[in-house]
């Protein structure tokens, strides 16, 4: 064994939190909505997906891959081999059983591309039942942008495993632009390689329900994972995101920051941010961030940070959540300086948003989401101003 | 021709054991021109009328009148009394994140005016009144007052008080916190507003510091929710040399 290897702790850690991962139907029985991760889930408006049943639908896939980097089909089985990261949850488990094989997009060591690669998934219908696999493998050394944009109407479970090598920097983004009806629920698995620099985007506007997995997990120190989330819920619609940090070695970092605004009656957002220390995880540091922005009534935000610490010798550990309507205090000075009520609610909006935008660090993309936070803003809050 | 004319104003804030009563029936005039400064020590509600004045939620009127050029000020919303002419510089600018000061600017600026400025001669107003108050023009693209010094809180609360040209100013304790450099370069801000046409100024202070760069034209001293005394810069010199103490024992034994 390595030095390296020694400092590395892949064995299952009981965590309360997070049920072992495993590829295993009979450890992910169908949930009864009272387990702790399945309790802020609307499971009736899943339209059956954890009954897994086999469905050969597809998405329609539109790629643009640069010259160097493969996409290929391989069998469920070479997923494992290549290191696919195992479901931890039944609708993640059901993809990888019933999707009949998992697309492979490889991207060499020491491959570099200022243009992203980008992926559009989208579906035609929500009576499409789509079970998806996905495996990224990412060379050492490599730089590269993954764009993946999720529209049209499905219901899609998908699991998706990123595989970081050594010394890589990965920006990854993932749009869930649905169409009302459809329901999404994704895993997404990250292992960052020793050194390796791996940011990740959540966003999700569109949608019935959007249940989100975001997990990060070390292949050696050194490792470092931003993990970034936006969203905006109209009236019905749940959007969860669960993240986790699994510090598994040693001088790693994660940092999670996630906001959300939420208009209409039945607006439902779940954020759960859970953090694991594990022993071997000495030198670690780790902050999440919650913020949640309420423009109507009858919405509902649950936040819920979770830190889980095995060994105190780390550089620093913190959350914050913060959930509440317009700050009173903003509006007043941008008031103050001859600015409409409406005006400065849709300034402060923006500014929300901004923020985290202006981190997302893909400018063709940038754009798009200030427009669609634009175009959610005028249907509904700020409606007398458009 | 501007006047804001405060009269017989009562003002009480909502605290745990019920309304408490603030300002106590103040009269100020502040005509063309006329710089005021109000002068008081702390908790005597100078803070309070600035606020009053300006709308904010806080405080309930619940006696007297202000108007501005005749028209009721009171019954104005916030951004309608921006919009007739009254600008507060606050104590206290309230950071918004992501918001640029530059997208902020033109904001306020297209709301005030009730129309978009004119592109370029807008950048170049701008950069000017920033490079003015010693702010580079980098500044216009940070978030507004988020991460700022005091320092720049404060001349960046004068920079917009230059570009937003309103009838009359208020800056409330626009001097607390600055170090003597960037005292001189608030107050040139406020003195190049000041020799504008028709501009007034009710600037409130704690300290005489400020008024040895800004002269003003009338010194009052507020003292428990009203002025108890008027007079002129001679006023402000008494209070550097003998402090509030002939006023607060003059209340204490009424």
Known sequence: MTAVADALELDRVESHLNPPASYDLADHPVPTGREEVWRFTPIKRLRGILDGEASDACLDWETTIPEGVSLTTVSAAEAREIGELAPNERPAALAAELSGGAALLDVPADFEADEPIVIRLTGSSVDDLVWGQLVYRIGAHARVTIVLVHSGSARYSAIQSFLVGDGAQVNILSLQDWEDDAVHLGRDAIRVGRDASVKHTSISFGGDVVRMHANVEYAGPGGEAELLGLYFADAGQHLEHRLFADHTAPKTKSNVVYKGALQGEGAHTVWIGNVLIRKVAEGIETYEENRNLVLTDGCQADSVPNLEIETGEIEGAGHASATARFDDEQLFYLRSRGVSEKEAQRLVVHGFFNDLIRKVGIPSIEEQLLRTVEAELAKNVLKELA | ?254
């Open chain 2, 1 to 254: 021709m501007s006047t804001l004319e405060i009269k017989d104003l009562e003002v009480s804030v909502e605290t745990e054991d019920g309304p408490k009563q603030i300002l106590k029936g103040v009269t100020l005039t502040i005509k063309d021109g006329e710089t005021h400064a109000i002068m008081g020590p702390n908790g005597s509600g100078k803070s309070t009328l600035a606020y009053s004045i300006a709308g904010h939620p806080k405080y309930t009127v619940t006696g007297g009148t202000v108007t501005l050029d005749g028209e009721d000020v009171l019954a104005m919303s916030v951004d309608e009394r921006a919009r007739a002419g009254l600008f507060l510089a606050m104590q206290y600018p309230v950071e918004v994140p992501g918001v640029s000061v530059a997208n902020f600017l033109r904001t306020a600026k297209t709301a005030i005016d009730g129309e978009a400025p004119k592109l370029r001669t807008w950048v170049k107003d701008v950069n000017q009144a920033l490079g003015d108050l010693d702010l580079d023009p980098t500044f216009s693209q940070r978030s507004v007052n988020e991460g700022f010094s005091g320092g720049e809180k404060k001349r960046h609360e004068i920079a917009q008080l230059e570009l937003l040209d309103p009838k009359v100013a208020i800056l409330d304790e626009t001097d607390s916190g600055l170090d003597i450099d960037a005292l001189k370069v608030v107050s040139e801000g406020v003195n190049r507003f000041r020799a504008r046409d028709a501009k007034g100024v009710l600037l409130i202070t704690h300290y005489t510091r400020i008024l040895r760069y800004i002269e003003p034209d009338f010194v009052h001293v507020f003292v428990a929710g009203r002025v108890a005394e008027s007079g002129g810069p001679e006023l402000a010199e008494e209070l550097e040399a003998n402090g509030y103490e002939r006023f607060l024992s003059a209340q204490a034994a009424v």
